[in-house]
């Protein structure tokens, strides 16, 4: 009886994702190629050198940034993984952090622009938006994983997808909050609407954006022990193999190299927020 008044909305999805399967492998293998190259690309760039040549170099921009005592932090911070025997580890979540913010930000910030231009678009991006946020993570691995298959590539695009939500939201609220008295401003001085948004929305925005673009790093960060489930390696699967063998020395040590690389990506990117607010427009 019961049976009489089930919606079968989890058997809609599965024939959904068959025809998918079916009809776009083709598409889907390219994405798979393309993340794979860029991933592998950026993981080779922060492995192959000595851990020194690394730790110098992050900590020459720590220093640009923000000065001598994130630079020490760094210094410190870095040495620590490596002398936890997680260096390769730290560097391939690192990676993957990267290559997913990247990809987060080029998709997430121009929505937000988006939508901060048409009530018509934030209408449809905030509900999606809530939607992708909301969802447990591992309910979207499972088509991810049909899609992709095992390894790094998964865990990215659904690093990705649960990373999307502050990019678009802090855009748009960056750029609605733009007084409307500046815009009309520069409208009187015959600019045109993307002369507008480049010259005057976008740089008052930055804060807001660059704010948002933080909270999609931390975000991805926070999705490698996610990534590390289905293969992607890194810290997330040393985190992994620690709850699963109950081994409490790798699992300390990989989390607190986790800790170690939120710190230093949340101290960089805020130190970005700051350096913006004082670039002229």
């Known amino acids: 009886m ?13 024939t959904a994702l068959d025809w998918i399967i079916a009809n776009l492998g083709a598409f889907f293998d390219g994405v798979k190629a393309f993340f794979a190259e860029f991933y592998n690309g950026l993981d080779w760039v922060l492995s192959t050198p000595p851990f020194w040549a690394i730790i110098v170099v992050l900590a020459a921009l720590a220093f640009w940034l923000k000065g001598w005592k994130l630079s020490l ?14 260096w390769d580890n730290a560097m391939d979540s690192l990676a993957l952090v990267l290559v997913a913010s990247l990809v987060a930000v080029i998709i997430s910030v121009p929505l937000g622009i988006a939508a901060a231009k048409s009530t018509a678009v934030s209408s449809v991006v905030k509900p999606v938006m809530d939607f992708l946020q909301t969802m447990p993570a591992f309910v979207y691995l499972i088509p991810v994983l049909l899609l992709l298959g095992i390894g790094p590539v998964p865990g990215i695009v659904a690093t990705i997808v649960f990373a999307l939500a502050p990019g678009a939201r802090f855009t748009e609220l960056g750029i609605r909050s733009v007084d409307s008295e500046v815009v009309e401003a520069g409208q009187a001085f015959g600019a045109s609407p993307m002369r507008i ?9 930055m804060p807001t954006i660059m704010a948002g673009i ?3 790093i931390m975000l991805s960060l926070s999705m490698v022990v996610i990534a590390g489930m ?8 040393a985190v992994y193999s620690a ?20 710190i230093f990506l949340d101290r960089i990117t805020a130190s970005l927020t700051h350096v913006k607010k004082h670039v002229p427009a």
Not at 2 to 14: M, Q, S, T, Y
Not at 73 to 86: C, H, P, R, V, W
Not at 230 to 237: M, Q, S
């Open 2 to 14: 019961d049976d009489l008044f089930r919606i079968p909305v989890g058997k809609w999805a599965e």
């Open 73 to 86: 932090g760094t210094i410190i911070g870095f040495l620590l993984i490596y002398g936890m025997n997680q």
């Open 197 to 205: 948004l480049r010259q005057i929305q976008i740089p008052l925005a």
């Open 214 to 216: 933080n909270q999609i």
């Open 230 to 237: 289905v293969g992607a390696g890194g810290l997330g699967g």
């Open 243 to 262: 709850l699963t063998g109950l081994n409490t020395p790798l699992g300390v040590e990989s989390g607190l190299a986790v800790v170690i690389l939120a």
